[in-house]
């Protein structure tokens, strides 16, 4: 792994497959560009699902520090995650895809910067 690719923040993306609160063509654009950017990246079916089985998975994921999570409301995914026994990290950033077009979405990830929650 390169010094540049250490320095990148992990990446979680929600694909909603169950409430289906984001919309689809922004979750499929993001997909496929995070797809085609070549950074690494996890991809996961459901957060809400994920929060409410209280899946182990969710908790390692995020032990990463400074993970970015595309999704929806920070707020929502951050109650998600402490519901299901594991807080997000302070300096994990969530971007909503919800209201935000891929373009952004994609910038907000991809920046190296650390920056404020996307509302």
Same mark, same amino acid.
């Given at each position: 792994?390169?010094? +540049?690719?250490?320095?990148?923040?992990? /990446?979680?993306?929600?694909?909603? #497959?169950? %409430?289906? !609160? !984001?919309?689809?063509?922004? =979750?499929?654009?993001?997909? $496929?560009?995070? #797809? +085609? #950017?070549?950074?690494?990246?996890?991809?996961?079916?459901?957060?809400? +699902?994920?929060?409410? =089985?209280? *899946?182990?998975?969710?908790?390692?994921?995020?032990?990463?520090? $400074?993970?970015?999570? @595309?999704?929806?409301?920070? $707020?929502?995914? =951050?109650?998600?995650?402490s519901?299901?026994g %594991?807080? @997000?990290?302070? *300096? %994990?950033q969530?971007?909503?895809? $919800?209201?935000?077009? @891929?373009?952004? !979405?994609?910038?907000? /990830?991809?920046?190296? +910067?650390?920056?404020?929650? #996307?509302?």
């Amino acid at each position: 792994m390169s010094q +540049e690719n250490q320095s990148q923040p992990p /990446l979680l993306y929600c694909n909603c #497959s169950y %409430a289906k !609160v !984001v919309p689809e063509d922004v =979750k499929q654009e993001v997909l $496929r560009q995070l #797809s +085609e #950017s070549g950074r690494s990246f996890e991809a996961v079916a459901d957060l809400c +699902e994920m929060s409410a =089985k209280r *899946d182990p998975a969710l908790i390692e994921l995020l032990k990463q520090p $400074r993970l970015r999570i @595309a999704a929806c409301y920070p $707020r929502a995914v =951050k109650w998600l995650c402490s519901a299901a026994g %594991a807080p @997000a990290p302070d *300096d %994990a950033q969530v971007v909503n895809m $919800r209201i935000l077009p @891929a373009d952004d !979405v994609m910038q907000n /990830l991809m920046s190296n +910067e650390s920056g404020e929650e #996307s509302t």
